[in-house]
C-alpha cells in the first residue's frame, strides 16, 4: 500500500478495534490505481458519526448531519464519513438527514461513477462491486447503475462526468453519454456554487479541450449561467492550447476575453468570490491593452509576479508564440525593475508635503503615481534626492492645475 495510505491505517486500526467496519474509498483508491497523485484519503466506516468523535482525540465535527467527521492524524485531515444510502433527493435539493446503514457495498452503490466506487480494506484489498478497475483499464467514465436514475437523483453528475472525463482523459460510456444528452436540462436546478465548483475543475483538467467539445455536444452548456447564447465562443474555446492554463482566475480572464461582455456581470451571476473578480478583470485590462503596450515593466510591476507569470500563459493563449520565450521574457523584465512594490519608493506622500506649499489633495496621489512610473521606467533613479527634485519640477508642470 502507498505511503499516504500506511500513514493513515491507525484510523481504520482503532475503528476496527472498536468492532466497526472501515475502509478507504473514492478518489484516493481511484487515483492510487491510476497512479495518479493522491490529495485526499477518505475513510468509510459503519460507526456513526458519534462514535468516531469518541474514538478520537482530534475532531472536527464538520457535517455531522451527513454522517462526515474529520479526524486530524498527525498533522493530517481525514474525512470519515458513515455509510450511508442514496439519500432522497426532494425538489432536487439534498435533504436535512440521511440514513446510515451498517454496508459497505450499499455505500459504495450510491457514489457517482464505478471509478469512485471502489474500497481499499485494511490489508489492501480493493473491493470493487460495480467492476470500476475495469473502467479505469478501459478509460471510461460510467454511473453506478442507471445513469438515468443516478441523473434524476443529483443532476451534478452530469457535470461531474464531464469533470471527471478531463481530469482523468478519459471517454463517456456509451449510455452514460446518451442519457447526459436528453437530462442536460436538468443541470438548471443546480446551486451555482456546486455548478462553478465542478466548471473550475473541468476548465483545469488536462483533457479540457475535449471537454469543452462535450459541453457543446450534449447541449450542457445551455443551461450553464450565462453561456447560452455562447456556443461559438466555447467552441473556439476548445481548440487554443488550454494545457497552459493553471488556475480558475486564467480560466475566467480567457472566457471573459472571447465573450465580449461585461465580466462583472458573469462571474457576479457565478458567484465567484470578489479576489477572483478582481484578478479576472486586472487580467483582462491588460489583455485587451494595445500590442504595442504588452510586455511593458509597468503593467508588470501592476500585476505583480503571480498575476504577471498568469497575464503571460494567457498571452501566449491567445496571441501565439513560445511560453518558455515569453516567461523568460517576463522574468528579465521582472527581475530588473528599479521597485517591486510603491512601499519601496524613496519617498513618500510626506516628503512633499514638506517642500511643496499645498494642502494634500489628488495632486499629491497623482504625484506619486508619475513617480511611480518614472522609476519603473527608469527616467529617474530611486533615489531620495533625486526624486524629491524630479517631484518639484513635475508639480510646477503639472500640479498647480489640480
Ligand atoms: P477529487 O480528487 O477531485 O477530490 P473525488 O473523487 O474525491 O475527486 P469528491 O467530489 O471529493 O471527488 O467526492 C468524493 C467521493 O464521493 C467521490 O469519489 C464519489 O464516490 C462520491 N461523490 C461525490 N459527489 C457525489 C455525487 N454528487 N453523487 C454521488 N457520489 C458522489
Ligand atoms: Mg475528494
Do not use: Q
Given at each position: 500500500m502507498e505511503k499516504v495510505f500506511e500513514d493513515a491505517k491507525p484510523i481504520l486500526e482503532k475503528l476496527l478495534e472498536h468492532g466497526h467496519e472501515a475502509y478507504f474509498v473514492g478518489g484516493a483508491v481511484r487515483d492510487s490505481l491510476l497512479g495518479r497523485p493522491i490529495h485526499d484519503i477518505d475513510i468509510a466506516t459503519s460507526a456513526k458519526p458519534q462514535e468516531v468523535q469518541k474514538l478520537f482525540k482530534s475532531v472536527i465535527p464538520v457535517g455531522i448531519e451527513h454522517g462526515t467527521v474529520i479526524v486530524v492524524l498527525n498533522g493530517v485531515a481525514y474525512e470519515v464519513t458513515t455509510f450511508r444510502r442514496e439519500s432522497e433527493y426532494k425538489d432536487f435539493r439534498r435533504p436535512k438527514q440521511v440514513a446510515f446503514i451498517s454496508n459497505l457495498h450499499e455505500d459504495l452503490k450510491r457514489r457517482d461513477f464505478t471509478i469512485n466506487a471502489m474500497a481499499l480494506d485494511y490489508n489492501g484489498k480493493l473491493i470493487d462491486p460495480f467492476n470500476g478497475q475495469k473502467d479505469i483499464e478501459n478509460k471510461l467514465i460510467r454511473t453506478v447503475g442507471s445513469p438515468y436514475e443516478r441523473f434524476q437523483e443529483d443532476p451534478l453528475r452530469m457535470l461531474r462526468a464531464i469533470r471527471f472525463l478531463s481530469q482523468l482523459n478519459f471517454s463517456l460510456e456509451k449510455e452514460t453519454y446518451s442519457t447526459i444528452k436528453k437530462m442536460n436540462a436538468h443541470i438548471t436546478h443546480l446551486s451555482v456554487e456546486r455548478i462553478a465548483q465542478e466548471f473550475e475543475k473541468l476548465m483545469l483538467g488536462q483533457a479540457n479541450n475535449n471537454a469543452l467539445q462535450h459541453l457543446v455536444q450534449l447541449g450542457l452548456y445551455l443551461y450553464l449561467p450565462c453561456l447560452k447564447e455562447y456556443r461559438k465562443v466555447i467552441e473556439q474555446l476548445s481548440v487554443l492550447n488550454l494545457s497552459i492554463l493553471s488556475n480558475a482566475s486564467e480560466a475566467w480572464a480567457?472566457?471573459?476575453?472571447?465573450?465580449?461582455?461585461?465580466?462583472?456581470k458573469i462571474l457576479k451571476a457565478w458567484k465567484c468570490s470578489n479576489e477572483l473578480m478582481r484578478h479576472v478583470e486586472m487580467l483582462l485590462t491588460e489583455l485587451k491593452k494595445d500590442r504595442d503596450k504588452q510586455f511593458d515593466p509597468f503593467q508588470f510591476y501592476q500585476l505583480g509576479r503571480s498575476l504577471s507569470l498568469s497575464y503571460v500563459r494567457l498571452y501566449t493563449i491567445i496571441f501565439g508564440g513560445n511560453l518558455k520565450e515569453h516567461v523568460n521574457a517576463f522574468k528579465k523584465t521582472y527581475e530588473e525593475l528599479p521597485i517591486k512594490e510603491r512601499k519601496e519608493l524613496a519617498v513618500n506622500g510626506k516628503d512633499f508635503l514638506a517642500i511643496i506649499d499645498k494642502k494634500p489633495g489628488p495632486w499629491l496621489?497623482?504625484?506619486?503615481?508619475?513617480?511611480?512610473?518614472?522609476?519603473i521606467n527608469k527616467k529617474v533613479q530611486n533615489d531620495k534626492n533625486k526624486l524629491r527634485e524630479w517631484g518639484k519640477n513635475w508639480y510646477n508642470q503639472f500640479g498647480k492645475s489640480f
Open positions: 480567457l472566457l471573459l476575453y472571447y465573450m465580449e461582455t461585461e465580466p462583472r496621489a497623482g504625484l506619486l503615481s508619475e513617480i511611480e512610473k518614472a522609476v
